[in-house]
């Protein structure tokens, strides 16, 4: 009897299970091609085992993380009593061959068990302190299907209270695989519950606790692989297929503009949810709706309509619900549709158009009578768009949805792909971004200023600063090329720091040379925005130029020009030995060529830029300067480093109006003005734009005090260097 119950329900249950898994692997498989995903193998496992074994990206919430590792552990080590379970349906005096009874091996199964039903507890506690109907928007389960995770939650509970059982009753009976050992402390605890029954009530627990335990476990691989859950068997997939740069980097996705455009139809990006490319699909189904991304994102933060887990829930239930529609096109058939009541694809009582939607099941679809497959991937409620405009421009690129993400989901690359297809296709950005556009297209730059402006911070400086003209090579003795970038050269508070990193060189005796005004824009906001043609037309040019004058080593201020030489050049042809200014300062100041003598009593917390720290993982250097100047006194901000909170620049929304919620860079400067700080340092023009103006609105609000500063580490190292003034001798009165 036990063979023909658990053999029944485990064949419906594969059936039911494996034709999903079968409906999923076709689904994803028509994405676009996408390539380098399996490149530099060796990496790749260290990583798989690093974030998938270690639970690396987990444990940096220590408590959630703990929780996660012990659960999946537990799952893996369980898998041996699942073994065992199977094995009891042919004998009762089955264990597995060589190793199965021993009696470390009843340890570690009942360690783990209890592990994980700690592990259940604290997410339980976790979700109850977070629940969203209380929290709403501060919640990171807000938007959530937050009903099927406790589903999930009491299906593992239930599979291993029924194990603990049926392990009890064996004990009771001898049928445990490792013998009556105290070893196995959990089984023998519960088998003292039922040291008093008869050995024949014993076998009847044990048999029916035991194909209780096979009915669970197969209800649950059922139920994963229809939910949010299906992350258990995706999550290591995803993390082996993900980009591997250092950090963040470069966007993921590079088109070749020109053969695209010499295509009949070229795909520039992406404009619907086939477009996207495989790995993005995979993506989209892996999300595990943690919420952990959402919780970071600056745009959510301050009230804004993106939410990083929001999207891509909406990209999976869009791309679930045009499932039937995909894979017929593709001469395939229509798939399954997975049944309302347990994927929850129905209609919810409110729309998500801004700030999430209530909890529902497993997908979201338009008002009845309008077929997904003619839903516009980007577009209003009205329209009955997958995502809404402001959804999509909200956006700073500031990557901690991806830093934070534990299953390695690129949502930055999916947002700029989408943003694409509206900027070179639909011509659809916001009106502001188009003059930014006309600057760089006109005059390099996007401040849209002369180019012949682009020396003039140089005036007044005491040294002569060299300058590559047209044609002209290095010279020899020139060690780095210094990249100005747009904002150091024209914005008037990013010029002083330029000034300042000059002066510091000079000091050093570091020569250097600037491109003067052959100069131009990395084409970095261009690229941010979605106009990846102008992006690669202007870097196809500062490439053409830096070649021909013989560039290998570049010095930046800015971590945008930054990110785009060091990082996003290279697919171009560009590949040059780049460094942040904080990087060589760092050096320099190491090697006693710079030696900060003149203290600067003063509170400094430190911001770190987005594309410096997240994007390149550049976080120690800044702060080992500032550490190096007498009199400072750090004050570390609570999100920091990983976890800093973007000023709002970022994404090309330097030039774009905040019209919704809350200024990025007043919530950022809040932060460091709670610390009392009589500067606000940071190591990107961009960000001294934008906190120099978020404080400057509270000094006149009366919220700041007026010393406040604003400065790049750069000025306060150049502060340090000048020899302090001796105060004057009193003189002796006469007489």
């Given at each position: 009897?036990?063979?023909?119950?658990?053999?029944?329900?485990?064949l419906?249950?594969?059936?039911?299970?494996?034709?999903?898994?079968?409906?999923l692997?076709?689904?994803?498989?028509?994405?676009?091609?996408?390539?380098?995903?399996?490149?530099?193998?060796?990496?790749?496992?260290?990583?798989?085992?690093?974030?998938v074994?270690?639970?690396?990206k987990?444990?940096?919430?220590?408590?959630?993380?703990?929780?996660?590792?012990?659960?999946?552990?537990?799952?893996?080590?369980?898998?041996?009593?699942?073994?065992?379970?199977?094995?009891?349906?042919?004998?009762?005096?089955?264990?597995?061959?060589?190793?199965?009874?021993?009696?470390?091996?009843?340890?570690?199964?009942?360690?783990?068990?209890?592990?994980?039903?700690?592990?259940?507890?604290?997410?339980?506690?976790?979700?109850?302190?977070?629940?969203?109907?209380?929290?709403?928007?501060?919640?990171?389960?807000?938007?959530?299907?937050?009903?099927?995770?406790?589903?999930?939650?009491?299906?593992?509970?239930?599979?291993?209270?029924?194990?603990l059982?049926?392990?009890g009753?064996?004990?009771?009976?001898?049928n445990?695989?490792?013998?009556?050992?105290?070893?196995?402390?959990?089984?023998?605890?519960?088998?003292?519950?039922?040291?008093?029954?008869?050995?024949g009530?014993?076998?009847?627990?044990?048999?029916?606790?035991?194909?209780?335990n096979?009915?669970?476990?197969?209800?649950?691989?059922?139920?994963?692989?229809?939910?949010?859950?299906?992350?258990?068997g995706?999550?290591?997939?995803?993390?082996?297929?993900?980009?591997?740069?250092?950090?963040?980097?470069?966007?993921?996705?590079?088109?070749?503009?020109?053969?695209?455009?010499?295509?009949?139809?070229?795909?520039?990006?992406?404009?619907?949810?086939?477009?996207?490319?495989?790995?993005?699909?995979?993506?989209?189904?892996?999300?595990?709706?943690?919420?952990?991304?959402?919780?970071?994102?600056?745009?959510?933060?301050?009230?804004?309509?993106?939410?990083?887990?929001?999207?891509?829930?909406?990209?999976?239930?869009?791309?679930?619900?045009?499932?039937?529609?995909?894979?017929?096109t593709?001469?395939?058939?229509?798939?399954?549709?997975?049944?309302?009541?347990?994927?929850?694809?129905?209609?919810?009582?409110?729309?998500?158009?801004?700030?999430?939607?209530?909890?529902?099941?497993?997908?979201?679809?338009?008002?009845?009578?309008?077929?997904?497959?003619?839903?516009?991937?980007?577009?209003?409620?009205?329209?009955?768009?997958?995502?809404?405009?402001?959804?999509?421009?909200?956006?700073?690129?500031?990557?901690?949805?991806?830093?934070?993400c534990?299953?390695?989901?690129?949502?930055?690359?999916?947002?700029v792909?989408?943003?694409?297809?509206?900027?070179?296709?639909?011509?659809?950005?916001?009106?502001?971004?188009?003059?930014?556009?006309?600057?760089?297209?006109?005059?390099?730059?996007?401040?849209?200023?002369?180019?012949?402006?682009?020396?003039?911070?140089?005036?007044?400086?005491?040294?002569?600063?060299?300058?590559?003209?047209?044609?002209?090579?290095?010279?020899?003795?020139?060690?780095?090329?210094?990249?100005?970038?747009?904002?150091?050269?024209?914005?008037?508070?990013?010029?002083?720091?330029?000034?300042?990193?000059?002066?510091?060189?000079?000091?050093a005796?570091?020569?250097?040379?600037?491109?003067?005004?052959?100069?131009?824009?990395?084409?970095?906001?261009?690229?941010?925005?979605?106009?990846?043609?102008?992006?690669?037309?202007?870097?196809?040019?500062?490439?053409?130029?830096?070649n021909?004058?013989?560039?290998?080593?570049?010095?930046?201020?800015?971590?945008?020009?930054?990110n785009?030489?060091?990082?996003?050049?290279?697919?171009?042809?560009?590949?040059?030995e780049?460094?942040?200014?904080?990087?060589?300062?760092?050096?320099?100041?190491?090697?006693?060529?710079?030696?900060?003598?003149?203290?600067?009593?003063?509170?400094?917390?430190?911001?770190?830029?987005?594309?410096?720290?997240?994007?390149?993982?550049?976080?120690?250097?800044?702060?080992?300067?500032?550490?190096?100047?007498?009199?400072?006194?750090?004050?570390?901000?609570?999100?920091?480093?990983?976890?800093?909170?973007?000023?709002?620049?970022?994404?090309?929304?330097?030039?774009?109006?905040?019209?919704?919620?809350k200024?990025?860079?007043v919530?950022?400067?809040?932060?460091?003005?709670?610390?009392?700080?009589?500067?606000?340092?940071?190591?990107?023009?961009?960000?001294?734009?934008?906190?120099?103006?978020a404080?400057?609105?509270?000094?006149?609000?009366?919220?700041?005090?007026?010393?406040?500063?604003?400065?790049?580490?750069?000025?306060?190292?150049?502060?340090?260097?000048?020899?302090?003034?001796?105060?004057?001798?009193?003189?002796?009165?006469?007489?």
């Amino acid at each position: 009897m036990r063979i023909a119950i658990g053999g029944a329900i485990t064949l419906i249950a594969l059936a039911v299970a494996g034709r999903r898994v079968f409906w999923l692997f076709r689904l994803i498989r028509s994405g676009q091609p996408v390539q380098g995903r399996l490149d530099d193998l060796p990496k790749r496992i260290w990583t798989e085992i690093s974030e998938v074994g270690g639970q690396r990206k987990l444990l940096k919430w220590s408590v959630p993380g703990i929780a996660h590792l012990f659960t999946f552990w537990g799952f893996t080590i369980l898998l041996l009593t699942v073994i065992e379970a199977y094995g009891g349906l042919f004998g009762d005096d089955f264990h597995i061959p060589w190793f199965g009874h021993w009696a470390a091996i009843g340890f570690l199964e009942d360690f783990f068990s209890v592990a994980v039903l700690a592990g259940l507890a604290a997410f339980t506690i976790i979700r109850i302190k977070n629940a969203p109907a209380r929290l709403e928007r501060k919640s990171r389960f807000y938007g959530s299907h937050t009903g099927p995770a406790w589903v999930i939650l009491s299906l593992i509970t239930a599979v291993v209270v029924t194990l603990l059982i049926y392990r009890g009753a064996q004990y009771n009976t001898g049928n445990l695989p490792q013998g009556q050992t105290k070893w196995a402390f959990a089984s023998y605890v519960v088998s003292r519950i039922f040291s008093g029954l008869s050995h024949g009530v014993n076998e009847d627990i044990e048999t029916a606790f035991l194909l209780l335990n096979i009915a669970v476990i197969m209800g649950f691989s059922v139920l994963v692989v229809y939910s949010k859950h299906l992350h258990i068997g995706l999550a290591p997939i995803n993390v082996v297929l993900k980009r591997e740069p250092v950090a963040l980097g470069p966007l993921g996705s590079t088109p070749d503009i020109e053969k695209l455009m010499e295509e009949d139809e070229p795909l520039v990006g992406v404009g619907k949810v086939e477009d996207f490319t495989w790995k993005a699909m995979l993506d989209f189904a892996t999300c595990t709706e943690c919420g952990r991304c959402q919780s970071q994102c600056p745009a959510w933060n301050t009230g804004k309509p993106l939410s990083p887990k929001l999207l891509i829930m909406d990209l999976r239930d869009h791309l679930f619900a045009k499932a039937p529609y995909l894979l017929s096109t593709k001469g395939e058939t229509e798939g399954e549709a997975a049944p309302a009541a347990v994927t929850g694809v129905e209609q919810d009582a409110h729309a998500h158009a801004h700030h999430g939607v209530p909890e529902s099941g497993f997908g979201r679809v338009p008002e009845p009578g309008q077929p997904q497959v003619d839903r516009p991937l980007v577009g209003t409620a009205e329209e009955g768009g997958v995502i809404d405009p402001d959804v999509l421009w909200s956006c700073t690129n500031c990557g901690a949805c991806v830093e934070q993400c534990p299953v390695d989901i690129e949502h930055v690359d999916h947002i700029v792909d989408m943003r694409r297809y509206q900027v070179m296709i639909e011509s659809a950005f916001p009106s502001e971004a188009g003059v930014m556009l006309r600057n760089l297209e006109n005059n390099g730059n996007p401040w849209g200023v002369s180019q012949r402006t682009r020396t003039e911070w140089t005036e007044g400086l005491p040294f002569e600063v060299r300058i590559i003209d047209d044609g002209e090579r290095i010279p020899d003795d020139v060690e780095y090329l210094y990249w100005v970038g747009c904002a150091g050269a024209i914005e008037d508070r990013a010029k002083k720091v330029a000034r300042a990193f000059a002066e510091l060189l000079h000091t050093a005796g570091v020569e250097f040379a600037i491109l003067g005004t052959n100069e131009s824009c990395t084409g970095d906001p261009a690229r941010r925005l979605g106009n990846e043609y102008l992006y690669q037309e202007m870097a196809k040019a500062n490439i053409e130029l830096l070649n021909s004058a013989g560039v290998k080593k570049i010095v930046a201020t800015c971590p945008h020009c930054f990110n785009s030489l060091a990082r996003e050049y290279s697919s171009l042809g560009g590949e040059y030995e780049v460094v942040h200014h904080t990087q060589l300062l760092g050096k320099l100041v190491e090697e006693r060529k710079l030696v900060p003598i003149t203290p600067i009593d003063s509170s400094v917390t430190y911001h770190d830029p987005c594309f410096l720290g997240r994007h390149n993982k550049v976080y120690t250097p800044p702060r080992e300067i500032l550490a190096a100047i007498p009199g400072i006194r750090g004050q570390e901000m609570h999100r920091c480093k990983e976890r800093g909170f973007c000023c709002g620049a970022g994404g090309a929304r330097m030039w774009m109006e905040e019209k919704i919620g809350k200024r990025v860079n007043v919530d950022r400067v809040e932060e460091a003005l709670g610390l009392d700080p009589d500067v606000v340092s940071t190591a990107c023009p961009f960000c001294i734009v934008m906190l120099t103006d978020a404080v400057t609105e509270k000094k006149l609000s009366g919220e700041a005090k007026e010393s406040v500063e604003v400065l790049d580490v750069s000025q306060l190292l150049a502060r340090s260097l000048v020899p302090a003034t001796p105060a004057a001798t009193p003189v002796e009165p006469v007489g």
